[in-house]
C-alpha cells in the first residue's frame, strides 16, 4: 500500500521536483520503533530535484495521506505509523488465511533442485545435514512460492570410489580382515570405517568376492541405509539418480561426441581436453585421460544434458548445491551448459561451508573423534528438529558451529527449543481458555473462559469490526507497543519468505521465526491475555491464534515440528 502511494506522489510531484518516473527508493523498517513503522529515505532523489531533502519530502508527503498511516518527515527520511485499525485488517486476513505467506511470485520457476548426492560409499557424515537442511527448506519455500520443484539425489556410482569400496570389503572379507598398510606419498585406496567390517559381516556370499558382486553390495546396502536417513529427517527426493545409468546408456560418450561436433575440443598428449577457456573459465580441462577413462567432468555435462532433456516435466532452472570447495568447479560445468547451446542462467549453484561440531566447549573436526562422526549419530543425540533448525539457522555464506549440547538443550539459548516453545505456549493459552478455572480464593472451580464452540464460529465468521476494540483494550502504553510491533512482524512474513525463495537464503526465515518468538514472549509478559472479560479475552486470542498459525507455517517451512505441548 505504501509501494503504491508513493508511486501516486511521485507522479504528482514530477512536474515541480522534476524527479524520475521510476525512482529507485526502498520501504524500510527504520531500526527504532520510535521513529515509525516505515520509512522511506528520499535522500537520492536530491541529484535530480537539486533542492535538500526536507523540501523534497515535505512535497511528496501532500501525495501520500491516507487513512491507513500518519506520515511524519524526519530530515530526508519520511516516516510512517500505521493506523491500529490496518493492523487489525492485516490481524484478521491472516486468520482467514488457509497457508499464511503462501504467494505465487515463482509461479513461472519449474526447478530441478539436486542437493546431497554422495558416494553410495560409506554413511552420510555431518555436512550433508547442512544439504539436507538447505536443500529441503528452500524446496518448501519454493512450492510455498508458487514453484514446482523436483528434489533429486545424484548417486555417484561409477568411478574410482566404486572399485574402492569393492577392494576395502574384500579385505575385510579375506584373510585376518585387515586392511593394507598406507604407502606414504600416496592417496589410501581403502576406506577404513568400521561400518565396512559390519558390510563384510553381512555380505551373504564369501565365496564370489568379485569387484561386481562387492560393489553391488555395498551399494545396495550404503543406499538403503541413506534413504533411512533421508526419511527419517522428513526429506523426500523424488528422483534417485544413478550416475552409472548415464555410462550404461552410452549418455557419456554421446556427450563427448556432441561437444567435438560443437568444435569446442581438442587433443593434446593423449587426452581429449574441452576448450573451457572460450567461455570464461581459466584453463581448459581434460574430459577424456590419456588411459582413455572419463573425468568427473565428463559423467557432470552429460548429467546436465540429462536433466534438460527429460521427458513429461519441462525445467527452467537447475539449482546445485554444493560443498564451498567445489567453487572452481562452476567455471567449467557454466561453460559446457554455453557450449551445449543452453542458457547459462538456467544453471544455478549455490555454496555452502563446512559444519564444525562444538562438543565440551572445543570445535572437534570430522574424522578426530569416533562419536558425531555421522549425520546419524547426531540426529540420535540432538534430535530431527535440532539438526535440521541448527543447519539452517546461519548463512550457507559462512561456517557453522554446531553446539552439540546446547541444540540438545531446553534452554532459551537453544534456538529450536526457543521457537517451539513459543509455538507451545501458543496452544497451551488457547486450551486454557476452554477449560475450567480454579478460583484460588475460594479453591472453587468455575466454568471456562470461553466454550470452544463459540469460539470457532466466532473465528470462523471473524471480521475486523469484532476485535476493533483490541488496542483500545490494552493496559498501558507498554502492552500496546508490543502489540503492534508483533502484529507488524506477522505482517511481514510473506516478504521474509519471498525474499528468502528469492536470494536462496532459508537462514532468513529461521532467523524471522527467532524474532517472531521474542516478539510474542515480550508481549505475553507485558499484556494478559485470559482477561475475565470474555470479549476482551477473545480479541487477544486472535493474536495468539494467528501467531500459532504463522510459527507451524515458518516451521514446517523448515521441515521442524510445532509440538503443541512441551
Request: charged share 20%; net charge negative.
Amino acid at each position: 500500500m505504501i509501494r503504491q502511494a508513493l508511486e501516486t506522489a511521485f507522479y504528482q510531484a514530477l512536474s515541480t521536483l522534476n524527479l524520475p518516473g521510476n525512482p529507485s527508493i526502498n520501504v524500510e523498517r527504520p531500526r527504532e520503533a520510535s521513529f515509525g513503522d516505515y520509512a522511506i529515505n528520499i535522500s537520492p532523489l536530491a541529484k535530480f530535484a537539486k533542492q535538500p531533502p526536507p523540501v523534497i519530502a515535505a512535497r511528496l508527503v501532500e501525495g501520500l495521506e491516507s487513512s491507513a498511516w500518519s506520515t511524519s518527515v524526519a530530515g530526508a527520511f519520511i516516516n510512517f505509523q500505521i493506523a491500529e485499525s490496518q493492523l487489525i485488517e492485516s490481524l484478521v486476513q491472516l486468520v482467514h488465511e488457509k497457508n499464511p505467506g503462501q504467494n505465487q511470485s515463482l509461479q513461472d520457476m519449474h526447478c530441478l533442485l539436486e542437493f546431497v548426492s554422495a558416494n553410495p560409499t560409506g554413511p552420510l557424515h555431518i555436512g550433508h545435514g547442512r544439504w539436507v537442511a538447505l536443500g529441503d527448506s528452500l524446496a518448501r519455500i519454493f512450492t510455498h512460492c508458487g514453484a514446482m520443484v523436483t528434489r533429486e539425489f545424484y548417486i555417484n556410482d561409477a568411478g574410482v570410489q566404486m572399485f574402492n569400496i569393492a577392494n576395502s570389503l574384500r579385505y575385510r572379507l579375506m584373510g585376518d580382515g585387515q586392511l593394507p598398510a598406507p604407502i606414504e606419498g600416496e592417496p589410501y585406496p581403502f576406506y577404513p570405517g568400521e561400518y565396512v567390517i559390519e558390510l563384510a559381516q553381512k555380505y551373504p556370499d564369501p565365496d564370489n568376492l568379485t569387484h561386481e558382486a562387492l560393489a553391488a553390495f555395498a551399494k545396495t546396502e550404503m543406499l538403503q541405509s541413506q534413504k533411512a536417513l533421508m526419511e527419517r529427517c522428513r526429506l523426500t527426493f523424488d528422483v534417485w539418480f544413478s550416475e552409472q545409468s548415464l555410462h550404461d546408456a552410452g549418455a557419456v560418450i554421446e556427450i563427448v561426441e556432441k561437444l567435438k561436433n560443437h568444435g569446442v575440443t581438442y587433443e593434446k598428449d593423449g587426452a581429449l581436453w574441452f576448450a573451457t577457456t572460450r567461455f570464461g573459465d581459466d584453463q581448459d580441462r581434460v574430459l577424456i585421460k590419456s588411459d582413455g577413462s572419463y573425468t568427473y567432468l565428463t559423467a557432470d555435462i552429460a548429467y546436465f544434458e540429462n536433466k534438460s532433456l527429460r521427458e513429461n516435466r519441462f525445467y527452467n532452472r537447475f539449482i546445485y548445491i554444493w560443498g564451498a570447495d567445489h567453487h572452481g568447479y562452476i567455471p567449467r560445468m557454466k561453460a559446457a551448459v554455453c557450449a551445449l547451446g543452453y542458457d547459462p542462467e538456467q544453471f544455478e549453484v549455490t555454496l555452502g561451508q563446512l559444519v564444525n561440531l562444538i562438543i565440551d566447549g572445543e570445535k572437534t573436526r570430522m574424522g578426530k573423534r569416533k562419536k558425531m562422526l555421522t549425520l546419524e549419530e547426531l540426529v540420535d543425540e540432538v534430535g530431527v528438529d535440532a539438526v535440521r533448525f541448527w543447519m539452517i539457522s546461519k548463512s550457507q555464506d559462512t561456517a557453522l558451529d554446531f553446539n552439540v549440547e546446547l541444540a540438545a538443550s531446553s534452554s532459551d539459548e537453544n534456538p529450536v527449543f526457543y521457537v517451539q516453545y513459543a509455538h507451545a505456549r501458543c496452544a497451551s493459552i488457547l486450551r486454557n481458555a476452554f477449560q475450567p478455572r480454579l478460583d484460588t480464593i475460594n479453591n472453587t472451580e468455575q466454568l471456562p473462559l470461553l466454550k470452544e464452540s463459540d469460539w470457532q464460529k466466532f473465528m470462523a465468521d471473524l471480521k475486523p469490526d469484532q476485535i476493533y476494540t483490541l488496542f483500545a483494550s490494552l493496559e498501558n502504553d507498554q502492552a500496546k507497543t508490543a502489540l503492534r510491533a508483533l502484529i507488524l512482524k506477522l505482517d511481514s512474513f510473506e516478504d521474509v519468505i519471498m525474499l528468502a525463495a528469492k536470494n536462496r537464503t532459508p537462514h532468513l526465515l529461521a532467523r524471522y521465526t527467532q524474532d517472531l518468538a521474542s516478539d510474542f514472549h515480550h508481549f505475553y509478559t507485558v499484556c494478559r491475555v485470559l482477561v475475565p472479560d470474555p470479549d476482551q479475552a477473545k480479541s487477544r486470542l486472535v493474536v495468539i491464534y494467528a501467531l500459532k498459525k504463522v510459527l507451524a507455517q515458518a516451521l514446517d517451512l523448515l521441515g521442524v515440528s510445532a509440538p503443541e505441548q512441551m
